[in-house]
């Protein structure tokens, strides 16, 4: 009889416990917004393919996951790379692109089926470079050409910059359909480097308006 009742017991408490498991978001987004930059402004884009949100309380989310920004294209002429002698200059074009892993604390407010979802936090940024080569072809266009050897590269003294985000979603069964506005700032400038040769500095501060969708699992 002890064991039935302890077995009710423990059937309660995991109840219990099972019933306040936070409710884990899986999503994620992708926009297009302003790059401001020191010599300019210039469109950025980015994907966010893998967004994770654990809602810890009925007031306050906790977000992570991976995205990639893309800023602006480094064009720089040189000699022609696999053959400097020849007296023959190309122009290379660099993509900068920030790979972006944010830590982000939300305040939501949940009002029937609209989710709306406002906060901050930090993220740490690797910049990524690739290189093309702009070359005129027989119709006499320039077309860019991807080449074998990245002879771009971007340094930073500090990875980390801040980013804050405000949000408004329909609930659509177990998901959400968002709009989503974010401002992302580094704390120190990149460098951009050809061969090892610096070229640009620039401070990232973009503005990007997303659009995205969220499934959430562990109902409460």
Do not use: C
Not at 69 to 87: C, I, L, V
Not at 178 to 187: I, K
Request: no cysteine; net charge neutral; charged share 15%.
């Amino acid at each position: 009889m002890k064991k039935r009742y302890i077995a009710i017991i423990l059937f309660f408490i995991a109840g219990s416990i099972f019933a306040q498991v936070p409710r884990l978001y899986v999503g994620g987004k992708a926009g297009l917004g302003p790059l401001f930059l020191q010599d300019g402004t210039d469109l950025g884009g980015n994907i966010n393919p893998v967004q994770l949100g654990w809602q810890m309380n009925s007031s306050f989310l906790l977000e992570t996951g991976m995205g990639f920004y893309f800023g602006p294209e480094t064009k720089y002429t040189a000699p022609k790379q696999t053959d400097p002698g020849s007296g023959i200059m190309e122009t290379y074009s660099g993509m900068e692109t920030h790979m972006l892993f944010p830590l982000v604390v939300k305040a939501t407010l949940r009002p029937g089926n609209f989710l709306v979802e406002f906060g901050g936090g930090l993220y740490v940024a690797p910049v990524l470079m690739s290189t093309g080569v702009e070359r005129t072809n027989d119709s006499g266009y320039t077309v860019t050409e991807g080449y074998g050897k990245n002879l771009f590269s971007a340094e930073t003294d500090n990875p980390f910059g801040f980013i804050v985000s405000g949000s408004f979603g329909v609930r659509i069964g177990h998901g959400v359909i968002f709009l989503d506005l974010g401002y992302l700032r580094d704390f120190s400038e990149v460098t951009v480097k050809f061969n090892d040769v610096s070229i640009r500095n620039n401070l990232w501060n973009i503005l990007a308006v997303n659009v995205g969708y969220k499934y959430g699992f562990f109902q409460r």
